[in-house]
């Protein structure tokens, strides 16, 4: 698994030192920055995975800071440090996005973590980066498989019962999900039962054994989005999209996943469409956020259409 990087900014040596210990991980390549231009310079480049913001950088406010850095990276999880516990700046911090505040002094155990959730949260859009390119082949029906791909990896990986998860997923890439045709291959060339294949298949969330819509909306429904009103805004969700039964729409062009948790508890209640992610939303802001795609098919469908009578 690839190395990530972790930026801790701090003009405080020893806190950075201290930091710097305490993150050292196998996974994890930890670099510094002392000064904003070298935190910019360093932000900019797309070096960055995970910041850890002190909030004594050059005597900017965090928030101001924050903005600013938001502005070059939109997506980067930023762990912020305060000493501030107000009520006013922790709620202007947490406005501009960040993916946790943690109070000074730190728990150096509450900090692995954050780091890890975000580290997870950007895999996790790695994933779906990747499924999104596996979309972009043609769903089709069962009887139409080319199931020669299949075969192929399979033989490459002949006899390999371990190599069961990394079959299925190359076999995931190929067509969006696992079609229940590859199974009974997958099965006769690894050595492993299909009821052992289905258990591993509804185990992990990240397979799918039905064909998925071209755009994937996540719901959260974890503790803090569910307090804060989850349950509402996935039923809206739902009636927007005419899902009454199941979580793909009948035209292929959405998919509803609800999901345990999306690693940005700070901005619940949360939801993403593909790549792009909604904060604080409520039933409302959330069909916008879906109605603004759905416009978006219709008018690809209407150009689609137009250049088809044109021909
Ligand atoms: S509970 Fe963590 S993002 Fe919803």
């Known amino acids: 698994m690839d190395e990530k990087t972790i930026l801790i900014a701090t003009n405080d040596e020893p806190f950075g030192e201290y930091l710097y210990?305490?993150?050292?991980?196998?996974?994890?390549?930890?670099?510094?920055a002392s000064v904003l231009s070298d935190l910019l310079r360093k932000v900019r480049a797309g070096g960055?995975?995970?910041?850890?913001?002190?909030?004594?950088?050059e005597e900017i406010p965090c928030y101001d800071l924050i903005a600013l850095l938001k502005k070059n990276n939109s997506r980067l999880p930023i762990i912020a440090f305060s000493e501030d516990s107000s009520l006013e700046t922790s709620k202007?911090?947490?406005?501009?996005?960040?993916?946790?505040?943690?109070?000074k002094p730190v728990d150096p155990e509450e900090i692995r973590t954050a780091?890890?959730?975000?580290?997870?949260?950007i895999r996790q859009q790695e994933q779906r980066r990747n499924r999104k390119m596996a979309k972009i082949i043609e769903l089709r029906p069962a009887a139409e498989f080319d199931l020669s791909p299949v075969k192929e990896i399979c033989k490459e990986h002949e006899g390999a019962r371990g190599d069961l998860l990394i079959v299925l997923q190359k076999i995931q890439r190929?067509?969006?999900?696992?079609?229940?045709?590859?199974?009974?291959?997958?099965?006769?060339n690894l050595g492993v039962s299909t009821s052992e294949i289905f258990g591993v298949l509804t185990f992990y969330n990240r397979f799918h054994l039905s064909p998925r819509g071209k755009h994937t909306v996540r719901a959260c429904r974890g503790?803090?989005?569910h307090f804060k009103g989850a349950g509402e805004i996935i039923e809206s969700i739902r009636k927007q999209l005419g899902l009454e039964k199941g979580d793909t729409t009948k035209d292929f062009l959405f998919s509803l996943e609800e999901v345990a948790c999306l690693g940005a508890c700070g901005i619940a209640p949360v939801?993403?469409?593909?790549?792009?992610?909604?904060?604080?939303?409520?039933?409302?802001?959330?069909?916008?956020?879906?109605?603004?795609?759905?416009?978006?098919?219709?008018?690809a469908a209407a150009e689609a259409a137009q250049e088809k009578k044109a021909a």
């Not at 210990?21 to 510094?32: C, K, M, T, V």
């Not at 604080?280 to 219709?298: D, F, I, S, W």
């Open 271 to 299: 939801m993403t469409i593909d790549e792009e992610t909604f904060g604080h939303r409520t039933p409302g802001l959330a069909l916008e956020a879906v109605a603004r795609y759905q416009a978006a098919e219709k008018v």
């Open 115 to 121: 780091v890890g959730d975000a580290i997870k949260m």
């Open 223 to 225: 503790t803090a989005c």
């Open 174 to 188: 190929i067509f969006g999900y696992v079609p229940k045709p590859t199974i009974e291959i997958v099965s006769q």
């Open 21 to 32: 210990h305490q993150l050292s991980d196998p996974g994890w390549a930890i670099s510094r």
């Open 48 to 57: 960055v995975d995970v910041l850890l913001l002190d909030s004594n950088i």
């Open 92 to 103: 202007r911090v947490r406005h501009e996005g960040i993916f946790f505040l943690a109070m």
